[in-house]
């Protein structure tokens, strides 16, 4: 009933740009907590970056000082714009958000998590 859908992703040489989209469609009363992840090829699903619905942000180490996270919430939409790019950020990268939604089955708000499908960022010469 909740569905999150990236977009932005593509291939991108060493040093240039991406931004990153992320909607959440549904039902939707509010979104809550939103935040990026990536998954390399052989490695864990990692947070990249997060943003709570009032604008605090968290960043993963890695990525510090390149990429910016921010969201409207108007919209429900959280973007990450991704500069200096390395190849050591080539993944696939999710979108996650706790949205607060109607359900049809539960006849009432619910607060869950979710995932989108991902979109691949590939950094290369």
């Known amino acids: 009933q909740v569905q999150l859908v990236e977009s932005g992703g593509g291939l991108v040489q060493p040093g240039g740009s991406l931004r990153l989209s992320c909607a959440a469609s549904?039902?939707?009363?509010?979104?809550?907590?939103m935040g990026w992840y990536r998954q390399s090829p052989g490695k864990e699903r990692e947070l990249v970056a997060s943003?709570?619905?009032?604008?605090?942000?968290n960043y993963a180490d890695s990525v510090k000082g390149r990429f910016t996270i921010s969201r409207d919430n108007a919209k429900n939409t959280v973007y990450l714009q991704m500069n200096s790019l390395k190849p050591e950020d080539t993944a696939v990268y999710y979108c996650?958000?706790?949205?607060?939604?109607?359900?049809?089955?539960?006849?009432?708000?619910?607060?869950?998590?979710?995932w989108g499908k991902g979109t691949l960022v590939t950094v290369s010469s």
């Open positions: 549904g039902r939707i009363f509010t979104t809550r907590d």
């Open positions: 943003i709570t619905s009032g604008g605090s942000t």
């Open positions: 996650n958000a706790d949205v607060t939604y109607y359900s049809d089955s539960s006849s009432r708000y619910v607060t869950r998590n979710h």
